[in-house]
């Protein structure tokens, strides 16, 4: 194996069926194939759709990849898949093609941790992570802060969401103003045209709880617009649809911007990485530029924050250069997978360690 790996990725936690092809920290390829369309209908993912959009999707997206990068699947050094946390269902599409692709090659399969990678894939962008550093992941499904001293192993949660995601409240607010799904870009469009200042929404957690004060919580924020949109429409009042999304939007980052300064200063952490579909959001990062001055943000480019392959490869090729071993036969899929644990389980280990299982 040369000193620059080539791993292929493999991330079907939602649904997004993403491929990519890294060497070292340079990204060859990166193929995507969303079912957005489809779940758009129902107005949210719905786990089986997402399942049978990642069965229908695969082999095509993997020819693009290969096809993108000029190589041959003969020349993958290493495979990486996301195992966990995701919809199980649609987990189990990836790990099952990776682990067939991993036997019919004879490669090593590494089962990678969705958090972790969404971390990970800076490295493809800004080159290795400053560690220690401090982690804000907000997307649809996750809102966390993460202490990160080894990205491949030594990973700690701070605080993180104990209802609503960013994203998921981003989505139900959208909802609500009658948006398409999903409902983040949209509300980010919208508010560039409102008022922020126009209504006061909560800042969630925001108190001088010790207990909770690096948590985050968006299912009161979005009662608020609720009980905002019924006393506007009882009133017979028009609804200021872009007030409204602006409001609603800096009220989240806010909360999120806020919370992540303060786990920078509590671990004396200089360096903060933003990764997951909001971190895509521009007010997000229009707020971090003017108030996390005395930080190194780093936030990849939006394609990259979204779920894609990029980053389970970029993890998986950190895996290898740092001599982790791969995870053995049988990695399976774990919907609740703790980013305490990296990678998947490690041959020769009878139960849980820290960083694996």
């Given at each position: 194996?040369?000193?620059?790996?080539?791993?292929?990725?493999?991330?079907?936690?939602?649904?997004?069926?993403?491929?990519?092809?890294?060497?070292?920290?340079?990204?060859?390829?990166?193929?995507?194939?969303?079912?957005?369309?489809?779940?758009?209908?129902?107005?949210?993912?719905?786990?089986?759709?997402?399942?049978?959009?990642?069965?229908?999707?695969?082999?095509?997206?993997?020819?693009?990849?290969?096809?993108?990068?000029?190589?041959?699947?003969?020349?993958?050094?290493?495979?990486?898949?996301?195992?966990?946390?995701?919809?199980?269902g649609a987990l189990l599409?990836?790990?099952?093609?990776?682990?067939?692709?991993?036997?019919?090659?004879?490669?090593?399969?590494?089962?990678?941790?969705?958090?972790?990678?969404?971390?990970?894939?800076?490295?493809?962008?800004?080159?290795?992570?400053?560690?220690?550093?401090?982690?804000?992941?907000?997307?649809?499904?996750?809102?966390?802060?993460?202490?990160?001293?080894?990205v491949t192993l030594d990973?700690?949660?701070?605080?993180?969401?104990?209802?609503?995601?960013?994203?998921?409240?981003?989505?139900?607010?959208?909802?609500?103003?009658?948006?398409?799904?999903?409902?983040?870009?949209?509300?980010?469009?919208?508010?560039?045209?409102?008022?922020?200042?126009?209504?006061?929404?909560?800042?969630?957690?925001?108190?001088?709880?010790?207990?909770?004060?690096?948590?985050?919580?968006?299912?009161?924020?979005?009662?608020?617009?609720?009980?905002?949109?019924?006393?506007?429409?009882?009133?017979?009042?028009?609804?200021?649809?872009?007030?409204?999304?602006?409001?609603?939007?800096?009220?989240?980052?806010?909360?999120?911007?806020?919370?992540?300064?303060?786990?920078?200063?509590?671990?004396?952490?200089s360096t903060l990485v933003?990764?997951?579909?909001?971190?895509?959001?521009?007010?997000?990062?229009?707020?971090?530029?003017?108030?996390?001055?005395?930080?190194?943000?780093?936030?990849?480019?939006?394609?990259?924050?979204?779920?894609?392959?990029?980053?389970?490869?970029?993890?998986?090729?950190?895996?290898?250069?740092?001599?982790?071993?791969?995870?053995?036969?049988?990695?399976?899929?774990?919907?609740?997978?703790?980013?305490?644990?990296?990678?998947?389980?490690?041959?020769?280990?009878?139960?849980?360690?820290?960083?694996?299982?």
């Amino acid at each position: 194996m040369s000193h620059e790996p080539l791993v292929l990725g493999i991330e079907t936690s939602c649904d997004e069926t993403g491929v990519a092809l890294v060497r070292g920290r340079t990204l060859l390829a990166d193929a995507v194939a969303s079912s957005v369309d489809e779940q758009a209908r129902f107005g949210g993912v719905v786990p089986e759709v997402a399942s049978r959009a990642h069965l229908e999707a695969f082999d095509a997206t993997l020819d693009r990849a290969t096809a993108e990068a000029g190589v041959s699947l003969a020349d993958v050094d290493a495979i990486a898949v996301t195992s966990g946390p995701g919809l199980v269902g649609a987990l189990l599409v990836g790990v099952s093609a990776a682990e067939g692709l991993a036997l019919a090659l004879e490669r090593p399969v590494y089962g990678v941790n969705h958090l972790a990678a969404h971390v990970a894939v800076d490295r493809l962008v800004h080159g290795d992570l400053p560690e220690p550093a401090i982690a804000l992941l907000v997307s649809g499904g996750h809102t966390s802060l993460l202490r990160i001293d080894d990205v491949t192993l030594d990973v700690t949660p701070l605080g993180e969401t104990l209802d609503d995601a960013a994203g998921e409240a981003f989505d139900k607010v959208a909802r609500l103003l009658g948006l398409p799904f999903p409902g983040g870009p949209h509300i980010d469009r919208i508010a560039t045209d409102g008022d922020a200042s126009a209504i006061d929404f909560p800042r969630g957690l925001m108190s001088h709880d010790a207990e909770h004060r690096l948590d985050f919580s968006f299912s009161g924020l979005k009662t608020a617009v609720v009980r905002w949109l019924k006393a506007q429409a009882e009133s017979g009042e028009a609804i200021p649809t872009a007030d409204v999304a602006a409001a609603f939007q800096e009220a989240v980052v806010d909360v999120l911007v806020s919370k992540a300064l303060a786990a920078c200063a509590d671990e004396g952490i200089s360096t903060l990485v933003v990764g997951g579909g909001v971190a895509a959001n521009s007010r997000l990062r229009s707020v971090l530029s003017e108030r996390a001055t005395r930080l190194d943000v780093r936030i990849p480019p939006a394609r990259l924050c979204t779920d894609n392959g990029a980053m389970v490869a970029a993890l998986g090729a950190a895996l290898v250069e740092r001599g982790r071993p791969p995870s053995s036969p049988g990695i399976g899929a774990d919907s609740s997978l703790p980013v305490t644990w990296v990678t998947a389980r490690r041959s020769g280990l009878p139960g849980p360690a820290p960083g694996i299982f």
